[in-house]
């Protein structure tokens, strides 16, 4: 959304709430949040009642955006700026909110973006690069695979496509092995470095090809260039954070591949939407 756009929204907190609300219902057709009837009245408040069930909600209720109390400006200037790529403590200090109420706030749009994510299904196909990579401050000692206190990273990118990663718990064959077969249809043509966890690939129904990166990065074709592209765009904006715990650090990672899927979109009006969308039962 661009800044003129944007700037229409912001006007008053009646003009944020029509947009928000705007979100909320289809051709602004309210039901009931528990039993799905569209038989409701109004009452006090702003809020509404059941008529089949007599549940009272209002616009917000079940929603993520209800929970963290503040106006809807707010939330509206929230998004922008996290948008923009702004650490929750500079946020606190432009929209002029406490830094522990815009960190719930922040937190809330992460746990929203994996949330929405959680619900595609559908296979990756075609052609596949297939990556590990390790997320964590800077340390003496050894890098890469083995390296101590640092979290691995499995990551699945679709050429022309999207990429899709995940924490996972350590880099063996069967970890990376079952990640793949979850998310990548059967018969793709899977490229890979040499590590030997990706050896069984090809018995897995998949076309394997390899590049050994200690002789060039790609031929041809095989490369992953892609990934290895992926793991410096994330850790070049998870520098901005200086230092996430490992609890949250998986939020931040999906953040980052909402962000690279994303880059081309309108990454505002996503957000928006997300927030205004039910929180799942199980959370």
């Not at 009245?41 to 955006?65: E, L, P, Q």
């Not at 929209?95 to 619900?119: D, E």
């Not at 249809?185 to 129904?205: P, Q």
Request: proline residues 1%; charged residues 30%.
């Amino acid at each position: 959304m661009d800044l003129r756009s944007f700037e229409s929204l912001i006007r008053t907190e009646n003009t944020a709430l029509r947009f928000l609300r705007s979100l909320c219902w289809k051709n602004y057709r309210r039901f009931c949040t528990r039993c799905r009837s569209y038989e409701i009245y109004r009452i006090v408040g702003k809020r509404f009642r059941c008529k089949r069930c007599k549940y009272t909600f209002h616009d917000f209720t079940g929603r993520w955006v209800n929970k963290v109390r503040i106006s809807c400006r707010d939330w509206l200037w929230i998004i922008k700026l996290f948008e923009l790529e702004l650490s929750a403590r500079k946020i606190s200090q432009q929209v002029g909110l406490s830094y522990p109420t815009v960190l719930k706030a922040v937190t809330v749009i992460r746990m929203a973006i994996v949330a929405n994510n959680s619900v595609i299904e559908d296979l990756l196909g075609g052609e596949i690069e297939l990556d590990e990579a390790y997320f964590g401050g800077r340390r003496k000692g050894k890098r890469g695979r083995g390296a101590a206190n640092k979290v691995p990273v499995f990551g699945i990118l679709e050429r022309d496509g999207v990429v899709r990663v995940e924490t996972v718990k350590d880099v063996s064959a069967e970890t990376l092995l079952n990640l793949t077969i979850k998310t990548v249809r059967r018969g793709s043509i899977v490229y890979t470095d040499k590590f030997r966890s990706y050896d069984a690939l090809m018995c897995c129904g998949y076309r394997h090809l390899k590049i050994d990166h200690h002789k060039r990065f790609s031929t041809g074709k095989v490369y992953i260039n892609g990934l290895e592209g992926f793991w410096s765009y994330a850790k070049e904006r998870l520098i901005k954070h200086h230092g996430v715990s490992k609890e949250k650090f998986p939020l931040y990672l999906k953040e980052m591949e909402f962000r690279y899927n994303n880059r081309n979109n309108s990454v505002f009006d996503l957000l928006a939407q997300y927030l205004v969308n039910f929180v799942p039962d199980l959370l």
